[in-house]
């Protein structure tokens, strides 16, 4: 005879790892997991890449964990299933009608997509969300008929930027509306645009700050959408990907600690307010690993954990939800794109004027060797303490090493000046001696100690005139372009060329950043106390959409 009975509501992703949990925690329990659809446990994230052929059948996008979850860990499975209410007091949750009482509840009811609201969207029937293998089968059966190729995704976050991955792999025309005024809003500026050119590399369209005002419609489908601006885009197939919502009225319902964002709050132990219910996945709030506030997510690693502690714990066992760091890793294009921690915004607001930042652009393996591509590497930083805050990277190899590093660091509330001295594993095709990682807390924690002051893309271009640029590039470098009104001095002549330069702030730039930060140094400890350096470099100018022009002729030495 059962000795508890755990009910888990939702059979998507979440809801099957914690019955395996909990069964693997509690032999003897009855465990019922319950789920509105017909499709249980399929991997959503693994979407982009069925579009593009590199999953080619669809079914192994399905965990195949229905009958394991009911032949070996003996959970009894109710899919089609609809829970109508839940009563905490009673401990009984009403479904289909008839009362089912429990010991112990998992909430794993995931999120919801929504739906703008546009005049001739609703009831198209090539209008898909991209959030269930219903939706992806949809997609798929309408592009493979006929010549339809044509797709417009509504939203440029996360899921609409991994959409448009993959269907411009499958040799769609793509084009992404955005409302704001970027794609990726949770990247900062610079990153976001690094992502949008990629997408226009690789064949798409990125259009934003579009307000789509009306869907045309022709035999029951969205022929066309129209936009406030005039625009009119012909369309085969529109995926509605702008944003979610955590699907949690029936928690609501009962009477549970909801956030603003409806996300539902738990404790540690992923407990809800409600005693004897817990919850798990993408509808719940955790501590952030920063702030130790509540922070809501959908990433799918950070959900399976939570599944894991609430399963634990509801089947009698003792667990404890680590912070998160709220980390996402993207393939757009041909390069990856990733962050974890903080936003830029976020630091800014919780650190002030102590909220710091630097940009490096090092290279993923030793130089010597072929396709050693640059990794970007944006890390936020409190000025006083030093503390990581928060990071980003870009670059077409080693990007995920990076990111994995930095989220770490931030779980384990490391400074700038431990990311320099890390010890990380070492081998010329896989990374240089002074990891990008190193570069960027070394520089940093230069910055930090005043050592040489960094200017931000931003910082240069809000004051136009008020700072001396000088490009340290060798000739013929500069030919391609450099900031505008810059002067050229190559490094390997500033010593004898920095009594010519004029007197006020100097900002010394190069490529990437690295010939920039040395002329600093050179030129404070050579008296020139107010020179600093462009961060990130003229990369990073470019990346912001900043102009160039040709650069003015070099500064001569000084004759003997």
Same mark, same amino acid.
């Given at each position: 005879?059962?000795?508890?009975?755990?009910?888990?509501?939702?059979?998507?992703?979440?809801?099957?790892?914690?019955?395996?949990?909990?069964?693997?925690?509690?032999?003897?329990?009855?465990?019922?997991?319950?789920?509105?659809?017909?499709?249980?446990?399929?991997?959503?994230?693994?979407?982009?890449?069925?579009?593009?052929?590199?999953?080619?059948?669809?079914?192994?996008?399905?965990?195949?964990?229905?009958?394991?979850?009911?032949?070996?860990?003996?959970?009894?499975?109710?899919?089609?299933?609809?829970?109508?209410?839940?009563?905490?007091?009673?401990?009984?949750?009403?479904?289909?009608?008839?009362?089912?009482?429990?010991?112990?509840?998992?909430?794993?009811?995931?999120?919801?997509?929504?739906?703008?609201?546009?005049?001739?969207?609703?009831?198209?029937?090539?209008?898909?969300?991209?959030?269930?293998?219903?939706?992806?089968?949809?997609?798929?059966?309408?592009?493979?008929?006929?010549?339809?190729?044509?797709?417009?995704?509504?939203?440029?976050?996360?899921?609409?930027?991994?959409?448009?991955?993959?269907?411009?792999?499958?040799?769609?025309?793509?084009?992404?509306?955005?409302?704001?005024?970027?794609?990726?809003?949770?990247?900062?500026?610079?990153?976001?645009?690094?992502?949008?050119?990629?997408?226009?590399?690789?064949?798409?369209?990125?259009?934003?700050?579009?307000?789509?005002?009306?869907?045309?419609?022709?035999?029951?489908?969205?022929?066309?959408?129209?936009?406030?601006?005039?625009?009119?885009?012909?369309?085969?197939?529109?995926?509605?990907?702008?944003?979610?919502?955590?699907?949690?009225?029936?928690?609501?319902?009962?009477?549970?600690?909801?956030?603003?964002?409806?996300?539902?709050?738990?404790?540690?132990?992923?407990?809800?307010?409600?005693?004897?219910?817990?919850?798990?996945?993408?509808?719940?709030?955790?501590?952030?690993?920063?702030?130790?506030?509540? &922070?809501?997510?959908?990433?799918? $690693?950070?959900? !399976? #954990?939570?599944?894991? @502690?609430? =399963?634990?714990?509801?089947? /009698? +066992?003792?667990?404890?939800?680590?912070?998160?760091?709220?980390?996402?890793?993207?393939?757009?294009?041909?390069?990856?794109?990733?962050?974890?921690?903080?936003?830029?915004?976020?630091?800014?607001?919780?650190?002030?004027?102590?909220?710091?930042?630097?940009?490096?652009?090092?290279?993923?393996?030793?130089?010597?060797?072929?396709?050693?591509?640059?990794?970007?590497?944006?890390?936020?930083?409190?000025?006083?303490?030093?503390?990581?805050?928060? &990071?980003?990277?870009?670059?077409? $190899?080693?990007? !995920? #090493?990076?990111?994995? @590093?930095? =989220?770490?660091?931030?779980? /384990? +509330?490391?400074?700038?000046?431990?990311?320099?001295?890390?010890?990380?594993?070492?081998?010329?095709?896989?990374?240089?001696?002074?990891?990008?990682?190193?570069?960027?807390?070394?520089?940093?924690?230069?910055?930090?100690?005043?050592?040489?002051?960094?200017?931000?893309?931003?910082?240069?271009?809000?004051?136009?005139?008020?700072?001396?640029?000088?490009?340290?590039?060798?000739?013929?470098?500069?030919?391609?372009?450099?900031?505008?009104?810059?002067?050229?001095?190559?490094?390997?002549?500033?010593? !004898?060329?920095?009594?010519?330069?004029?007197?006020?702030?100097?900002?010394?730039?190069?490529?990437?950043?690295?010939?920039?930060?040395?002329?600093?140094?050179?030129?404070?400890?050579?008296?020139?106390?107010?020179?600093?350096?462009?961060?990130?470099?003229?990369?990073?100018?470019?990346?912001?959409?900043?102009?160039?022009?040709?650069?003015?002729?070099?500064?001569?030495?000084?004759?003997?």
């Amino acid at each position: 005879m059962a000795d508890r009975t755990v009910l888990i509501l939702g059979g998507a992703q979440s809801g099957p790892s914690a019955a395996a949990r909990v069964r693997e925690t509690d032999e003897r329990a009855r465990i019922i997991l319950i789920e509105r659809a017909r499709d249980l446990d399929y991997a959503d994230s693994g979407f982009a890449y069925h579009l593009s052929g590199e999953v080619p059948a669809l079914d192994s996008l399905r965990r195949g964990r229905g009958d394991l979850l009911q032949d070996v860990y003996r959970v009894e499975v109710r899919a089609g299933a609809e829970v109508e209410s839940i009563d905490p007091r009673q401990r009984r949750v009403l479904v289909d009608g008839q009362p089912l009482e429990y010991t112990a509840l998992i909430y794993a009811a995931g999120a919801e997509s929504l739906l703008p609201e546009v005049p001739g969207l609703g009831g198209a029937g090539n209008v898909f969300h991209f959030r269930t293998l219903r939706d992806l089968e949809g997609i798929v059966r309408r592009l493979g008929t006929g010549a339809a190729r044509r797709v417009v995704i509504l939203g440029g976050g996360a899921g609409g930027v991994d959409a448009a991955d993959g269907l411009l792999r499958r040799g769609c025309d793509v084009t992404i509306l955005q409302r704001g005024p970027r794609i990726l809003p949770r990247f900062s500026p610079a990153m976001s645009r690094v992502a949008a050119d990629a997408l226009v590399k690789a064949g798409g369209k990125v259009v934003t700050a579009a307000e789509v005002t009306a869907a045309e419609q022709h035999l029951s489908s969205v022929s066309a959408l129209r936009l406030a601006n005039g625009l009119r885009i012909e369309t085969d197939v529109v995926i509605v990907a702008a944003g979610l919502r955590p699907r949690t009225a029936l928690l609501r319902k009962a009477g549970a600690s909801l956030l603003a964002d409806g996300a539902v709050a738990v404790d540690e132990r992923c407990e809800t307010s409600l005693k004897g219910i817990y919850a798990c996945g993408t509808c719940v709030a955790l501590p952030h690993a920063v702030t130790s506030e509540p &922070a809501w997510s959908t990433q799918a $690693a950070q959900a !399976d #954990k939570s599944a894991q @502690v609430a =399963a634990i714990n509801a089947a /009698g +066992g003792k667990a404890r939800m680590p912070p998160v760091t709220d980390t996402i890793l993207l393939r757009v294009g041909d390069i990856a794109l990733g962050r974890t921690g903080l936003t830029r915004d976020e630091a800014a607001a919780r650190a002030g004027r102590k909220a710091a930042a630097i940009t490096v652009h090092a290279p993923c393996r030793d130089p010597y060797l072929r396709e050693a591509d640059l990794v970007t590497i944006d890390i936020y930083y409190h000025r006083g303490s030093g503390r990581l805050l928060g &990071a980003e990277a870009a670059g077409r $190899a080693g990007v !995920d #090493k990076r990111l994995d @590093v930095l =989220a770490t660091a931030l779980r /384990g +509330g490391l400074t700038v000046d431990d990311l320099g001295g890390l010890d990380l594993a070492y081998a010329p095709a896989y990374a240089p001696a002074r990891d990008p990682v190193n570069v960027a807390g070394t520089v940093a924690a230069a910055v930090r100690s005043g050592a040489a002051p960094a200017l931000s893309v931003e910082d240069i271009a809000a004051r136009p005139g008020a700072v001396t640029l000088v490009d340290v590039r060798s000739e013929p470098e500069p030919s391609a372009g450099t900031i505008p009104g810059a002067r050229l001095v190559p490094l390997a002549s500033l010593r !004898d060329g920095l009594e010519k330069l004029p007197k006020g702030k100097l900002v010394f730039f190069c490529d990437s950043g690295q010939r920039g930060y040395l002329a600093a140094r050179i030129a404070r400890q050579r008296g020139r106390r107010d020179a600093g350096f462009l961060s990130g470099g003229l990369r990073s100018w470019r990346a912001a959409g900043q102009p160039v022009t040709p650069p003015v002729p070099a500064t001569p030495p000084p004759r003997p």
